[in-house]
């Protein structure tokens, strides 16, 4: 970890006002706390747009397992990328329903085409993919 650099940052008043309200919102003990979290979130938005470097993330889906053979797809699906699912879990929302959850780690390129896979496969009701960091490059 580097060293801790202060720094000013100028702002419109109606900014900062607005800007304070998030903060409490999101429970900030401090402006710096909140700043240093966008700066993360910048950096992590632009590691997501290299596609060829390593990234990690969720992808949920929800659907209605009595839809033909859709499990079976799903399931062929995740079979295709075994090198990059992490971990899968299986839950039963309701009599028909059924969430998928799957951790992912592998480059932007493949989560997002693993992502878009199943969330597009017939008889998927809803799917996210939630992309995040591995956190090697951030302090």
Known sequence: MGKTIRFGVSLDSDLLEK????????????????????????????????LGGETAGTLTIVYDHHHSDLAQKLTEQ?????????????????????MEILVLRGTGEKLRELGAKMTSTKGVKHGTLNLTTTGKNLE
């Open 19 to 50: 800007f304070d309200v998030l903060c409490d919102e999101r429970s900030y003990q401090t402006r710096s706390e909140a700043i240093r979290d966008l700066i993360r979130n910048m950096l992590i938005q632009k590691e997501w747009e290299d």
């Open 78 to 98: 995740q079979h295709d990328y075994l090198d990059i699912i992490v971990a899968s879990m299986h839950v039963h929302l309701d009599h028909s329903n059924c």
